[in-house]
């Protein structure tokens, strides 16, 4: 059975810096990775993926501010946030795409960025 779990989200100050971690468990091949928001009314939408090989794709609304990353060994994937705003307040979910297409989600973790 494959599981994602979310952890490093929380509450901070406009400016701050946040780094979310999502670790699977469970036997499986990973492709893409990636990290997901949505706040309340809005739709899901991509913060940053990352491939197997290391291709990295950002919002336009958090380039320059967030970093992903990952570690194959740990089927580990991180989010570093930094100089966060307000308007990255939203529950963040860790998506693992399959090779075979499927996604499986997390259960995502809140992030509140107080002005």
């Known amino acids: 059975q494959v599981q994602l779990e979310e952890s490093g989200g929380g509450l901070v100050q406009a400016g701050g810096s946040l780094r979310l971690s999502c670790v699977v468990s469970g036997n499986i091949i990973i492709n893409r990775m990636g990290w997901y928001r949505q706040a309340p009314g809005k739709q899901r939408e991509l913060v940053a993926d990352i491939t197997s090989g290391g291709n990295t794709n950002y919002a336009d609304s958090v380039k320059g501010r967030c970093t992903i990353s990952r570690d194959n060994a740990k089927k580990t994937v991180y989010l570093q946030m930094s100089d966060l705003k307000p308007e990255d307040t939203a529950v963040y979910y860790c998506?693992?795409?399959?090779?075979?297409?499927?996604?499986?989600w997390g259960q995502g973790t809140q992030v509140t960025v107080s002005s």
């Open positions: 998506a693992l795409r399959h090779v075979s297409g499927y996604v499986y």
